[in-house]
């Protein structure tokens, strides 16, 4: 049985509402919780690609992409979990693992299910909640994965 239902959450995956990218966190993180997504991606058969300000380069421990000066190359790990779906992380923070999705790429039931799946992939990975807040209202989750629930929750009503 699907984590969410695409009825209960249609809302959710309007690109007018959340914005085209919604913003995805795991909060209170460090540069380990880092290297485990750097080893989960290497490891998961998932198509990636590392670069910095564009230009693709080899991807290095966590440790070295997260303690680079400010005026060093911008980094970004552009990853597909399936064809079609292009998740993209911004390690420019220990204390955070941010990234989007193109919510275009995720309609019907079909994306729903492989958001939850990616999600919770990271969730039981990392052991950490994973959460879904609107391009336009970073303060207010919409859904996401649960640890204590072993799933992908709602944490909002619809719109």
């Known amino acids: 049985m699907p984590d969410l239902l695409w009825d209960d959450v249609r809302s959710f995956f309007d690109p007018e509402t959340m914005g085209a990218l919604p913003d995805l966190q795991v909060a209170d993180t460090s540069a380990t919780d880092w290297q485990a997504l750097f080893d989960l991606i290497r490891s998961s058969g998932w198509q990636w690609e590392y670069s910095e300000d564009g230009t693709p380069a080899d991807l290095p421990a966590a440790a070295e992409v997260l ?7 911008m980094p970004e790990l552009r990853v597909q979990p399936v064809p079609d779906v292009l998740v993209v992380f911004r390690p420019w923070s220990a204390d955070s693992i941010e990234f989007d999705v193109d919510l275009q790429e995720l309609q019907g039931q079909r994306g729903v299910d492989t958001l939850c799946e990616f999600l919770g992939t990271i969730g039981r990975h990392l052991g950490k909640a994973v959460v879904m807040t609107p391009e336009k209202d970073p303060a207010r989750p ?18």
């Open 142 to 159: 919409v859904l996401g994965f649960d640890p204590d629930a072993d799933r992908v929750v709602l944490l909002a009503g619809p719109s």
């Open 67 to 73: 303690d680079r000066a400010e005026d060093a190359p």
